[in-house]
């Protein structure tokens, strides 16, 4: 069974910065594709960024600029770094991977942009 561990998150000040890690317990290249999510209180998940196996990344609209996906292969993890932070960044962020049409999920790493 594939698990996928969330860390990083945490309480930041306005203008902040974090970085979010997601270790998987297989090799990440075993997956189409990785990626971060997210959950704000009172809404819907929101997809944040993802990275491909060729290393192609994409990102959602509202963090495009300030986020960036990455990888480490050799440590079978992901990352996110996070900055500029606001208000609006705060939620549970959620790293997903999926092999063709079966996705998994960690169980989330809180982030909570106060000042």
């Known amino acids: 069974q594939v698990q996928l561990v969330e860390s990083g998150g945490g309480l930041v000040q306005p203008g902040g910065s974090l970085k979010l890690s997601c270790k998987a317990s297989e090799n990440i290249f075993n997956f189409n594709t990785l990626a971060w999510h997210r959950r704000a209180p009172g809404k819907e998940r929101e997809f944040v960024a993802s990275?491909?196996?060729?290393?192609?990344?994409d990102y959602g609209g509202s963090v495009k600029g300030r986020f960036t996906i990455s990888r480490d292969g050799t440590k079978n993890t992901i990352y996110l770094q996070i900055n500029s932070l606001n208000a609006e960044d705060t939620a549970v962020y959620y790293c997903?991977?999926?092999?063709?049409?079966?996705?998994?999920w960690g169980q989330g790493t809180q982030v909570t942009v106060s000042s």
């Open positions: 997903s991977a999926n092999i063709l049409s079966r996705y998994y």
């Open positions: 990275i491909n196996v060729g290393g192609r990344t």
